[in-house]
């Protein structure tokens, strides 16, 4: 995690090189450098991989911080039926409206015992009517082989459509272009300091070098930074 106006790095959190790992190191480094350095990042410039539904989630809901991060999206399809940006949400009424026109909603009827809105997989199902669909000359551009269509929604969809406003901005394009610098780092650590390859074993060797590795370059960083002082004549 380095801060985006003088890449200097504020934590270092070492792990496996899978997505869910990743974000759960970003969490935590969030939360180390508010808890020893006071520091409360205004915004997160971050790439896809972290750009689920939880993370954004946590990061609005949670943190209060804009994410400034491409949200990570599968809703598009490439059968040629309609994809779930075709269909728009009515907050008031909550519920999808097809392009026919039509409502897609959570419940279409009323249970005895009550069910949970949402999976265990925190997603929304938004249902149409059979009725409907049965009728609909726009059937076969929606739902082909099923009797209705349904529509998946996350219950961290309010911080999912937050990013995608904040991607139409020009502050978002000013943090993918100071993005580069968390790369610029990551390069500089492979060709200068040698760092292709972990020579310790584990999560604690690993920590341990990336910590050292982290403390060389934002040496070299301040050395830089701090400005020289004048020369005294003779």
């Known amino acids: 995690m380095i801060d985006l106006e003088h890449a200097v790095i504020v934590d270092v959190e070492a792990s496996r090189a899978i997505r869910q790992a990743e974000v759960g190191a970003a969490r935590t480094m969030i939360d180390r450098v508010q808890d020893k350095f006071g520091l409360y990042p205004e915004r997160v410039a971050a790439d896809t991989a972290y750009g689920s539904a939880e993370m954004l989630g946590w ?116 943090s993918r272009q100071q993005r580069k610098k968390v790369e610029m780092l990551f390069a500089h650590l492979k060709r200068i300091l040698k760092l292709d390859r972990l ?12 910590h050292l590795a982290a403390t060389a370059q934002n040496l070299r960083k301040l050395a830089k930074l701090i400005p020289m002082p004048e020369p005294t004549p003779a």
Request: hydrophobic fraction near 25%; aromatic fraction near 8%.
């Open 59 to 174: 990061l609005v809901h949670e943190r209060g911080i804009e994410p400034h991060i491409p949200v990570f999206d599968k809703s598009q399809r490439s059968d040629g039926t309609f994809s779930r940006d075709d269909f728009a949400y009515d907050h008031e009424q909550d519920s999808y409206i097809c392009p026919a026109g039509k409502q897609l909603r959570r419940r279409r009827r009323v249970y005895r015992v009550p069910r949970p809105l949402s999976d265990d997989d925190g997603m929304m199902r938004y249902r149409a009517s059979k009725l409907d669909c049965q009728g609909c000359s726009l059937k076969p551009q929606c739902c082909p082989n099923t009797p209705a269509r349904k529509i998946p929604r996350s219950i961290h969809e309010g911080a999912r459509d937050m990013a995608r406003d904040i991607a139409d901005t020009e502050a978002y394009v000013t």
């Open 199 to 210: 020579r310790l074993r584990g999560p604690n060797g690993a920590r341990d070098e990336f």
